[in-house]
């Protein structure tokens, strides 16, 4: 990890735990309400969090980046902000920002050796938004190699731990973010999900995240993986938190073309509203093979709480499902082949130190500064958008894609929501998939179709497995029902706790 200035702040001297295991789950509304009443400061609150990042990320190795300096500088305009009457709901709560985000004065690797040395000289929108909220940066998040993965192994800097069992992955490629709200490192995070790397981490970590329908959030400042499929979501402790994260992260932006213009909406409106007569579409396709005993426990636990809240089920259908993994991994590297064309080593980011001339420099740099799986997607997608293979694989897949969306057009005719497990196992063992990359692919069998279509998706916690590893519930919504979805999941944690379930050795 990068520190900056640890140690700067003297009168903090850190022992885990300083804030009481209450407090470690406090939403973040509670939060915000303890820093309007001036009980602690947006100083104090980033210092805690930050001293449960020194202690704790050495075992973890969710950030890549901490700046103690420029946290802290964050939090005191805060406290101005608050002291003047000019607070917003998230102002001086700290938030751990994926490293996918550009972040002004702050190193931005996107987990790759490529951008090792990239300070980046803009804001994201997602970023601008958290600032012009008011919000405190309390690090950058670990995670796969410029997204590319499902258990944070493929960084640059290193794998990711589950903090439910330091032996098993994160699950990715947000796992750093993930594990950052599992450990209690940070309130909340925000993450990216092109196939699944919102959902699937917090679901291996215990956590809440929503991959909103795409182009509610910004992409612009957000390094580009597949475009058509990149979102930018939270991570937090339960649907409440997420819908303040929304909040903060929705919203037009003219830097990027396929940003959507609607109205502002308060995504927490709709939060207590009870689900009596909700129809809950199930497919029948995820119940029947691939799930593993544990999850398939949890998740139908977890569908008869929701019929005790009133809502009723029906079968539904999703018959294309079953080709999403084959067509994103056509579309995914075509658009990552030409989204990472732009690293070169000419214009920013890592060069090879010896080279011959422009070309062998091109070659040396992108040889050793990306890692085996980016230049396993950089070759297949140039391969199937090649003169010949075009139309073999991405106008095949193309089409594939929309017979996807319209199995779900069809659902949502009979049924309000869907929903099902968000991974087929619990987090899988470090190191366990690295070797074989199709299964490693088939860890998102669940979610990928929702990318696909655009539609927003959403993992809560629902239970464990016999070894103690989370399981998630997948949450799936029409266009723009992001508010029906969080209250959906916010009467399920109205009832339960699993939400509030914190791994035993972090706390007092
Ligand atoms: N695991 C998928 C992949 O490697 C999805 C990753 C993501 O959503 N960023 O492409």
Redesign the pocket.
Known sequence: MHHHGFGIYPSLFYDLPRLTNTMLNYSLKQLSTLLAAKKISSVELTGEFLGRVKVLNPDYNAFITVDEKMSFAQARVADAMIASGQAHPLTGIPIAQKDIFCTKGWLTTCGSKMLSNFISPYDASVIERFNAAGAVNIGKTNM?EF????SSETSFYGPVKNPWDITAVPG???GGSACAVAARMAPAATG???????R?PAALCGVSGIKPTYGLVSRYGMIA??SS??QGGPIAKSAEDLALMLNVMVGFDTRDSTSLQRETEDYARNLAKPLQGLRIGLPKEYFVEGMSADVARAVEAAIVEYRRLGAETVEVSLPNTKLSIPV??VL?PAEASSNLSRFDGARYGYRAPEYTNLNDMYQKSRAQGFGA?VKR?ILIGTYVLSHGYYDAYYIQAQKLRRLIAQDFAEAFAQCDIIMGPTTPTVAFDLGEKNSNPVQ??L??TY??AT?LAGLPGMSIPVGFSDNNRPVGLHIVGNYFAEAQMLNVAHQYQQVTDWHTRMPHKLTA
């Not at 997204?147 to 499902?150: D, E, L, P």
């Not at 990216?192 to 919102?198: F, L, N, Q, Y």
């Open positions: 796969d997204a590319m993965g499902s990715g490629s947000s990216t999900d092109t196939g699944g790397s919102i699937q993986f597949a499929l990149d994103y991994y995914a799986e997607r490693m692919y860890s998102d979610t990928i990318n």
